[in-house]
């Protein structure tokens, strides 16, 4: 298989309140305002030492929804959750839930939000 660096560019809903998904028990998350900006900082600074402040591309491909189209969302949130072996790549379960991960996933394929103040 080859290795694919996920693009992490997420957009907002108007509320600040993002729905993350269906976690494995079938049930929806909603995130808190204060957790998706929390987040939006993470792909931003974190992900982007990597992959692009703008996400375009670094040491690590490009998280734009060009580049991941055709990608499911819950495939891309396995690797951020579990990292990609033998790459730059880290696993991040340890600080993140699966929803949080599809929520990402699902916000890059979209189109990442910018951090506000």
Not at 33 to 50: K, N, T, Y
Not at 51 to 73: M, V
């Amino acid at each position: 298989m080859a290795t694919v660096f996920i693009s992490l560019s997420l957009a907002c809903s108007g509320a600040g309140v993002a729905r993350a998904g269906a976690e494995a028990n079938g049930t929806a998350s909603v995130l808190s305002p204060e957790r998706v900006r929390a987040l939006v900082h993470l792909v931003r600074q974190d992900c982007g030492s990597c992959h692009g402040i703008t996400l375009q591309g670094g040491l690590g491909t490009p998280l734009l929804p060009e580049t991941l189209e055709g990608r499911d969302a819950d495939v891309l949130a396995e690797i951020i959750l579990d990292g990609i072996p033998d790459t730059p790549m880290p696993p991040w379960r340890g600080q993140l839930s699966k929803a949080e991960a599809l929520w990402i996933a699902r916000r890059l394929k979209e189109g990442f939000p910018h951090e506000t103040p």
